[in-house]
């Protein structure tokens, strides 16, 4: 090449262009690259990997409530409208229904929908009209023009607006990719659950009162049998869950554990007497404090000998003095088991499919406080619209209850 053109360096012998000796003034045109890497500039480190996962996992969990909320409203505009402008319009009774002031982005949906039709994008035939392409502002367009329709059938129009007010930001950021805070996605799931609330989409669950449904629990809880949450430890799962959203209604509770300390210890005696006197059922059984398996326990917790058999006494004692203050205490049942504890549960309402439970498993240096606690919901119901199905864990803890109950022994 000429003195102006570019030098390259020489080859090795029988290895051409390979060499990787550059002479001085050269340029390589070659970098030196990792096994398996597409060039330094372009890797993702460990850090960036774990920033993108957490930015799809926030705006999948997003992407779930606002679609929830979008096929919610599109479905209460059309029950509303239709009937009204259809028999008029046919076909075009989404038009009609925008009216002059909803004329250009009207349009603008027909012609999307002609695109969709060409490229073969309507994959449901149910999805050919032009209501499936208007966006959330502008189902919130149509019924804010006819809210006297609306009216007879949602209560307060200004808690639904200031809800999509709300969603609007989360809407905004998922369509375009960008990175949602957890405290922006925090808000866009209550204001969608609420809105879902107010469009009576509360669905059929009856355990939603106690526990509400998460969108992504209502979607794929089914690959995780009937857990619904998992927390690492007892106190950020009464921090997300608390004792009075556990037991309070209950109509039925039924306990197994060391010292229960998760009732004893955070609802009331006074509540338990008003649980019990309002017709809820109470069966508790405690390890029994004398027997052999509390003081292996204590050696596993590396805590003073009779340091947890007198933990465990005072908390029997405990509900002993609330059984004592009930008008038919028969309905309060306190027994002891003295094999080794393998677990603690909390079962509220398990003879029904509103049931929800709390389990926490016995580890050998951990106490209970630390241990981590699922929480069950009973049945299947939330994923399928079939009968419940019975390979979940809530009817294996609720077994495991009965078994104990019926070999353990009652406490005067």
């Not at 390979?18 to 597409?38: C, F, K, Q, W, Y």
């Not at 607006?161 to 209550?190: F, P």
């Amino acid at each position: 090449m000429g003195s102006g053109g570019l030098e390259l360096p020489p080859g090795d012998e029988g290895h051409e262009g390979n060499s990787t000796d550059v002479p001085p003034g050269a340029v390589s045109l070659a970098r030196p690259m990792e096994t398996n890497s597409i060039g330094p500039e372009l890797d993702w480190d460990t850090d960036a990997w774990r920033e993108v996962r957490t930015r799809a996992q926030r705006a999948g969990r997003a992407y779930i409530w606002l679609n929830l909320v979008e096929q919610r409203l599109r479905a209460v505009v059309a029950a509303v409208l239709r009937p009204i402008y259809e028999p008029v319009h046919g076909d075009d009774w989404v038009v009609a229904a925008a009216g002059p002031a909803g004329q250009e982005w009207v349009q603008r949906a027909v012609a999307v929908r002609e695109v969709s039709r060409r490229k073969g994008y309507l994959l449901d035939p149910a999805d050919d009209n032009v209501l499936i392409f208007l966006t959330l502002p502008q189902l919130r367009e149509l019924m804010v023009q006819h809210w006297p329709c609306f009216e007879p059938y949602i209560d307060d129009r200004r808690d639904v607006e200031l809800a999509l007010d709300e969603l609007e930001v989360t809407r905004n950021v998922v369509s375009r990719n960008r990175a949602l805070s957890e405290a922006v996605l925090n808000q866009a799931e209550r204001a969608s659950a609420r809105l879902l609330e107010i469009l009576g989409a509360g669905g059929d669950v009856p355990s939603a009162r106690r526990l509400p449904v998460d969108a992504v629990e209502d979607l794929v809880g089914d690959r995780y049998a009937d857990v619904v949450a998992v927390h690492p430890d007892r106190v950020r799962l009464l921090r997300q869950f608390p004792a009075e959203d556990i037991f309070g209604g209950a109509r039925r509770l039924d306990a197994i554990g060391i010292g229960l300390n998760l009732l004893v210890q955070n609802f009331s005696g006074r509540r338990l007497v008003r649980l019990a006197e309002s017709g809820c059922r109470v069966r508790l059984l405690f390890l029994n404090p004398a027997s052999s398996a509390v003081k292996r326990r204590e050696r596993e917790l590396g805590i003073k000998r009779g340091e947890l058999s007198r933990a465990v006494e005072m908390n029997i004692l405990h509900m002993r003095r609330v059984r004592s203050r009930l008008r038919d205490p028969g309905a309060f049942e306190i027994q002891v088991f003295d094999e080794t504890p393998r677990f603690t549960a909390y079962l509220v309402d398990g003879d029904g499919s509103d049931g929800i439970a709390i389990v926490q498993s016995y580890l050998r240096r951990t106490r209970g406080l630390e241990a981590p606690a699922l929480v069950l919901r009973n049945g299947s119901r939330v994923v399928k619209s079939e009968e419940i199905d019975p390979s979940g864990l809530f009817p294996t803890y609720r077994e495991e209850f009965e078994l104990m109950w019926a070999d353990s022994r009652p406490v005067s």
